[in-house]
Every structure is written in C-alpha cells, then in structure tokens.
Nanobody, 130 residues
C-alpha cells in the first residue's frame, strides 16, 4: 500500500518561499497524476494544483498561478510544491494526494475534485505571517 508523507512546511514571512515535498513509500507514483490540496483554518479543503504522471502537464487554482509550481521526480518517487511570494491567505495545512488518473482530464471539475484522489498524506502546516 502506497503511503505519502509531506514535509517542508513551516512559518514564513509574507513574500517568502517554501518548497514542500511529498515522498511515497510502499509503491510507485510514476503511473499516477499527483495533486496538492490545502485546508485553511476553519475552512474546507481546497484543490491547489495537479501534475500529470509524466510531469508534462500541470493545472493550478487561479489564486496560486504564477506563484506556485508543482514538479515531480519519478526516480525519487517524490512530488514537490514550490511556493513563492507567499501571502497570509496561503496559510493552511497542505496535503499531497495520488490521483486516480494519469493524464490531466479535460474536465476541470474532475481534476479539482478530491473524490478523484485515493491516497492522501497526513499534511504539513504552512503559516505565512509577519
């Protein structure tokens, strides 16, 4: 059974950067798209972005486009979320999740729905504050 472990969270000032990692054990991630989600304090979990199995395609929510970048290293069984120009509203518990699809669906609803992700990590906290 594949297990996912996120790391790299922490406290950062507005405008700063963090890189989150999602490492898999017990199986390979190379046949699946991988997503990142977040849950701000007191709010529901939301989609952040997704990367296809090959790394050739990505999709992000509008609020992080141009600031966040998802990448993957299939040889290391690891997915990354590079977050730049962080804002206080990015404060959340960040999760990685394995998608049930390989290539990115043309349906945004399908790409963004957490029902299409079957394995989740435990989350890593990101706090953006001065």
């Amino acid at each position: 059974q594949v297990q996912l472990v996120e790391s790299g969270g922490g406290l950062v000032q507005p405008g700063g950067s963090l890189r989150l990692s999602c490492a898999a054990s017990g199986g390979t991630l190379e046949n699946s798209a991988m997503g990142w989600f977040r849950q701000p304090p007191g709010k529901e979990r939301e989609f952040v972005g997704v990367i296809s199995w090959s790394g050739g395609s990505t999709d992000y929510i509008y609020s992080v486009k141009g600031r966040f970048t998802i990448s993957r290293d299939n040889a290391k069984n690891t997915v990354y979320l590079q977050m730049n120009n962080l804002k206080p509203e990015d404060t959340a518990l960040y999760y990685c999740a394995r998608a049930t699809f390989r290539a990115l669906s043309p349906s945004m609803r399908a790409r963004h729905s957490d029902r299409n992700y079957d394995i989740w990590g435990q989350g890593t906290q990101v706090t953006v504050s001065s």
